[in-house]
């Protein structure tokens, strides 16, 4: 039997699937591995990956994971019409924006396509601003991103220097992935804003912004929640 | 939805069973315990399939989510860990449609790379296999490789179970299983060489 045979049977041989086999070609491969110690030591590789694959190390999400779903469960649970429906929304919004970056498949990108269109044909935008001033280029040049932006970011300024002031004692995995979340909202923050500089009143782009806000809300509330 | 001690304690003397009815009724302190005993284990799988840590954070949120609202169908015919690794399995198929993410093609004849590599370098002396530097290397593989290696042999799922899983024939799955660990192999050999030469 050729090496390249054996090689190929190698894996059903490791994991005693040779039902397929007849008991001679079973023997032809046992024959096979004690005369060619190259095939010998690839078969011990393998085995040695297949044992290691069952003992591998368990990963640990970030610890404020249980307060977000514990918080979204909660939010279901009093009503489907309620509050639920709100958080399940701007949650949607925040999964869509994470996977945003490299997830988008044809299908979603043409969807993407024309509900920009249904936007732009139905004049939503002014529906979306209707009772709030609209921006203009220089706002968002000058980093206003919603007309009550700055109510919002003094908010929460004044909750993250509270945070900021304990930071200094949480271990640095907590440290570290709470930074990771900021940077994570930061970084969607600044691609709406580009965003917006084509088109300051672009009203998807305006929810967005609300919703990242929104989720920025959340963590800080989270972890003052969770006495950090 | 703050813990309280003493129905923690009474909470982790339930089984796994026991806390899915009462998290079925709405129990949160029950379904905090479920939470914890087996996030890890949903976390490192999700993470292990989409090597990728914020991808896998939200798909455990996702999926913890999800258990919450069908955990009452759960009947306790078999291991509740089945159960929900099953679970999660299927959320992250669902995600990987949703994606578009493709299996690699295959031939079942085809020869493959790592095949043909070996027969022209032969292998090494076995050696043992670093758990951690297996880990970072299943990371690497292609996501059809990476998804069937670790229904198969990180999760123990049947090539039956996986072919079924995948829409895929139960021989893709071997071969896609075989061109995976062929592949790992020579990610980990790549990886003790470039620990040499550094050492040098």
Same mark, same amino acid.
Request: hydrophobic share 40%.
């Given at each position: 039997?050729?090496?390249?045979?054996?090689?190929?049977?190698?894996?059903?041989?490791?994991?005693?699937?040779?039902?397929?086999?007849?008991? &001679?070609?079973?023997?032809?491969?046992?024959?096979?591995?004690? %005369?060619?110690?190259?095939?010998?030591?690839?078969?011990?590789?393998?085995?040695?990956?297949? $044992?290691?694959?069952?003992?591998?190390?368990?990963?640990?999400?970030?610890?404020?994971?249980?307060?977000?779903?514990?918080?979204?469960?909660?939010?279901?649970?009093?009503?489907?019409?309620?509050?639920?429906?709100?958080?399940? %929304?701007?949650?949607?919004?925040?999964?869509?924006?994470?996977?945003?970056?490299?997830?988008? !498949?044809?299908?979603?990108?043409?969807?993407?396509?024309?509900?920009?269109?249904?936007?732009?044909?139905?004049?939503?935008?002014?529906?979306?601003?209707?009772?709030?001033?609209?921006?203009?280029?220089?706002?968002? @040049?000058?980093?206003?991103?919603?007309?009550?932006?700055?109510?919002?970011?003094? %908010?929460?300024?004044?909750?993250? &220097?509270?945070?900021?002031?304990?930071?200094?004692?949480? &271990?640095?995995?907590?440290?570290?992935?709470?930074?990771?979340?900021? %940077?994570?909202?930061?970084?969607?923050?600044?691609?709406? @804003?580009?965003?917006?500089?084509?088109?300051?009143?672009?009203?998807?782009?305006?929810?967005?912004? =609300?919703?990242?806000?929104?989720?920025?809300?959340?963590?800080?509330?989270?972890?003052?929640?969770?006495?950090? | 939805? #703050?813990?309280?001690? #003493?129905?923690?304690?009474?909470? $982790?003397?339930?089984?796994?069973?026991?806390?899915?009815?009462?998290?079925? =009724?709405?129990?949160?302190?029950?379904?905090? #315990?479920?939470?914890? @005993?087996?996030?890890?284990?949903?976390?490192?799988?999700?993470?292990?399939?989409?090597?990728?840590?914020?991808?896998?954070?939200?798909?455990?949120?996702?999926?913890?989510?999800?258990?919450?609202?069908?955990?009452?169908?759960?009947?306790?015919?078999?291991?509740?860990?089945?159960?929900?690794?099953?679970?999660?399995?299927?959320?992250?198929?669902?995600?990987?449609?949703?994606?578009?993410?493709?299996?690699?093609?295959?031939?079942?004849?085809?020869?493959?790379?790592?095949?043909?590599?070996?027969?022209?370098?032969?292998?090494?002396?076995?050696?043992?296999?670093?758990?951690?530097?297996? &880990?970072?290397?299943? !990371?690497?593989?292609?996501?059809?490789?990476?998804?069937?290696?670790?229904?198969?042999?990180?999760?123990?799922?049947?090539?039956?179970?996986?072919?079924?899983?995948?829409?895929?024939?139960?021989?893709?799955?071997?071969?896609?299983?075989?061109?995976?660990?062929?592949?790992?192999?020579?990610?980990?050999?790549?990886?003790?060489?470039?620990?040499?030469?550094?050492?040098?």
């Amino acid at each position: 039997m050729e090496c390249r045979a054996v090689v190929s049977s190698l894996s059903d041989y490791l994991d005693g699937r040779n039902i397929w086999a007849s008991d &001679d070609e079973v023997e032809r491969i046992e024959t096979h591995l004690t %005369n060619c110690p190259t095939c010998l030591n690839l078969k011990l590789e393998l085995s040695e990956i297949k $044992n290691a694959a069952r003992e591998l190390p368990v990963h640990t999400p970030p610890l404020a994971l249980w307060a977000r779903i514990s918080k979204a469960i909660e939010a279901e649970v009093p009503s489907e019409n309620g509050p639920a429906r709100e958080t399940q %929304n701007a949650s949607g919004w925040w999964g869509w924006l994470n996977s945003r970056k490299f997830t988008f !498949s044809l299908p979603q990108l043409a969807a993407a396509g024309a509900f920009v269109a249904i936007l732009i044909v139905a004049g939503i935008s002014g529906i979306f601003g209707a009772n709030q001033a609209p921006l203009n280029f220089q706002d968002v @040049r000058s980093g206003l991103l919603l007309p009550e932006e700055n109510e919002i970011k003094a %908010n929460l300024e004044h909750r993250l &220097d509270a945070i900021n002031a304990r930071k200094a004692q949480w &271990d640095s995995q907590r440290r570290a992935d709470f930074e990771q979340h900021m %940077n994570k909202i930061d970084e969607s923050l600044k691609l709406c @804003r580009h965003m917006l500089e084509g088109n300051p009143n672009d009203a998807g782009h305006q929810e967005m912004v =609300r919703a990242l806000y929104d989720e920025k809300r959340r963590l800080l509330e989270d972890v003052e929640r969770l006495k950090w | 939805m #703050t813990t309280d001690g #003493t129905n923690n304690v009474a909470s $982790n003397s339930l089984s796994d069973y026991e806390l899915a009815q009462a998290s079925a =009724r709405g129990d949160m302190q029950a379904f905090e #315990t479920i939470y914890k @005993r087996h996030h890890r284990r949903v976390y490192s799988l999700c993470l292990r399939m989409v090597a990728n840590a914020t991808e896998a954070e939200d798909l455990t949120q996702e999926v913890f989510i999800q258990l919450f609202r069908k955990i009452g169908s759960f009947r306790g015919e078999s291991a509740f860990t089945t159960w929900l690794h099953r679970l999660t399995v299927n959320h992250v198929l669902m995600h990987f449609r949703k994606r578009g993410v493709r299996l690699e093609k295959t031939t079942e004849e085809g020869e493959i790379g790592e095949i043909q590599d070996f027969l022209q370098a032969g292998a090494e002396r076995p050696r043992f296999v670093d758990r951690i530097a297996l &880990d970072k290397a299943i !990371s690497e593989l292609p996501p059809g490789y990476r998804t069937v290696f670790v229904l198969h042999d990180v999760e123990g799922f049947e090539h039956e179970e996986v072919a079924n899983m995948l829409g895929v024939s139960v021989g893709t799955s071997k071969s896609q299983l075989h061109k995976a660990r062929m592949r790992l192999r020579q990610l980990l050999n790549k990886k003790t060489d470039t620990k040499k030469e550094t050492k040098k």
